[in-house]
């Protein structure tokens, strides 16, 4: 594993982005930090359509059935259908998909403060379900949890994610990494983790 | 037109739709609100793909440029990518737009507590784009204005729209029809609008 530091980028691209990215406080998240202790009682949602929604009796899924014992590479962005998050950071997950196996990852997921239908429905279109997990994080409370919310009113997107990726091992945050602008992709890329784990 | 009664319909569907319906008060909102001056300084958001949201600036549509001086039939559903509204609530809007037309009708709208991104997304799917105008109300303060919210955490929502349909003229709500349950359509519907015009 290459670094367990946290990277912070310099800031480019979209202005309003970058505004939401100056608002926010520094991640209480960090490399150590046990993630399923740090987001108590907080459940994802696992991506899906409606009706399988309705037939699972809207169920969720618990952190520690997505973290412990395993290896995971997770990665949170601003919302489904935003546009680097659809160009650029998705993609390159997914085109990686082969080497994070390789690399013995148990999982690779994305997250985003949106609803598990439109997660879905998102995933579908980048025909990327396969080689990646979508959860959604509907209320925001695992991003709230981990301190990795910002303000993107000004994108008309609200309260999201910022961009940001980990490796975690049994629970264990190893590697994280937060852009400073939420539309950069500088340091929470595919490549950078993959050089991480 | 037939009415100006707020109709109400009786329970049906699912059951954690209903739910989120028990715990609402009665709509502010009624037959001869204004509805710009009750939502002042609100504005919402056109649909539209995160590349045009970027080169319009974020902009938004201040309400009285949707109703001022026009003809509107508007109606609001609890999400996008969920089942009723995809499967029955948009669809019998589009196959009436002609009838919309012939009536007078300058704009028919679709309102969601969904971003504008994921709006037209989803209206792209349902091929609705033509036939009907989206708009996103991301941070939910139309309908917050119109005291038109429920809580639908329980179907992994969150805060979203009630089921409604309004006629709207010149600004001045002419129908209201708010269902019961947030899973029905049974007073919402396009023929009923229709009925009212």
Redesign the interface.
């Known amino acids: 594993m290459a670094s367990s530091i946290v990277k912070r980028a310099t800031c480019s691209a979209?202005a309003?982005l970058r505004s939401g990215a100056s608002l926010r406080s520094y991640a209480r998240v960090a490399s150590g930090t046990d993630i399923i202790a740090a987001a108590p009682n907080v459940s994802l949602?696992k991506a899906r359509?409606?009706?399988d929604?309705?037939s699972s009796k809207?169920s969720?899924t618990p952190l520690k059935d997505i973290f412990k014992d395993k290896k995971v590479v997770i990665f949170g962005l601003p919302?489904?259908?935003?546009?680097v998050c659809?160009n650029k950071h998705v993609p390159a997950y997914k085109d990686n998909s082969e080497k994070f196996k390789s690399k013995g990852i148990d999982s690779v997921i994305c997250v985003s403060i949106?609803?598990?239908?439109?997660m879905?429905?998102?995933a579908e279109?980048l025909q990327a379900n396969d080689a990646i997990e979508f959860y959604?994080d509907?209320?925001g409370s695992f991003h709230k949890s981990l301190d990795l919310t910002t303000d993107l009113?000004?994108?008309?997107?609200?309260t999201r994610s910022q961009r940001w990726s980990a490796y975690v091992v049994d629970g264990k945050v190893k590697a994280l990494n937060i852009e400073e602008a939420p539309s950069d992709v500088k340091v929470s890329g595919a490549e950078t983790i993959l050089e991480q784990i």
């Open positions: 979209v309003v949602q359509s409606w009706d929604g309705v809207f969720t919302g489904a259908y935003t546009g659809s949106n609803d598990p239908y439109v879905n429905a998102w279109r959604g509907f209320d009113s000004g994108a008309l997107l609200g």
